[in-house]
């Protein structure tokens, strides 16, 4: 069998394992069934087995943590719930946030996965990544009772976006010319590294060039 084969039949086996965990969480009213992941990963054709995996593990320890807290008390729990907000981007740092509550309870512990290896346990909190790109966000609550809920959301980190309003404006042109480096000088400063666009660890000529195809002016 070869490796393209496996990668396809491990995917698809997660991706089983995956919509049996969805059918619990929605049978006990812990969380509505959604597609966010099935749409995106259809749309990659075979999706990444590192992230299906991060998905479902996540997704199984929520519908436990309540089904053992029912047998535990005896009693019906309700799960408490997580929205993931974005406050703000500043280069390659974001603002998180989360709205929180449990509503026969308090909750108790916060635990964000910025979906780059890092955590933490903030409820609000600034995140700088390493590089521009695409990250799956997760954010868990754990209420008094010990049971937990998680919100994903993707957040992309674009290049050339240095003030992180959504648009490549005059503004990060100011601060691109800042950046500007030539060819062979090391990115000085965390904030240049989102101008690197070939990611040769210098802002020169070829980054320009790229530059003026992203720019896209002060939006509304």
């Not at 969480?25 to 087995?49: K, N, Q, Y």
């Not at 790109?133 to 009772?145: A, F």
């Amino acid at each position: 069998m070869e490796k393209s084969d496996v990668m396809y039949y491990t995917a698809y086996i997660l991706l089983m394992i995956l919509l049996g965990i969805w059918l619990l969480l929605w049978a006990i009213g812990m969380v509505e069934l959604t597609e966010m992941f099935l749409e995106r990963w259809r749309s990659l054709g075979v999706p990444s087995i590192e992230e299906m995996t991060r998905v479902e593990t996540r997704m199984a320890d929520d519908a436990y943590s309540l089904l053992f807290s029912l047998r535990a008390t005896g009693s019906a729990n309700e799960a408490p719930t997580a929205t993931i907000d974005v406050m703000s981007m500043s280069h390659l740092s974001v603002e998180f946030t989360v709205d929180a509550a449990d509503p026969d309870g308090q909750i108790a512990r916060v635990c964000w996965d910025f979906g780059d290896g890092d955590s933490s346990w903030s409820a609000s909190t600034w995140h700088t990544y390493d590089a521009p790109g695409e990250y799956l966000v997760s954010c868990t609550v754990i209420d008094n009772d010990g049971v937990n809920v998680t919100d994903w959301r993707y957040i992309k980190v674009p290049k050339g976006n240095a003030d992180g309003d959504g648009d490549i404006d005059l503004k990060d042109y100011a601060e691109f010319t800042r950046c500007l480096t030539g060819q062979g000088q090391d990115v000085f400063g965390h904030e240049c590294q989102v101008f690197d666009f070939d990611c040769d660890g210098d802002v020169d000529l070829s980054d320009v060039m790229d530059f003026q195809i992203v720019f896209t002016g002060s939006r509304p």
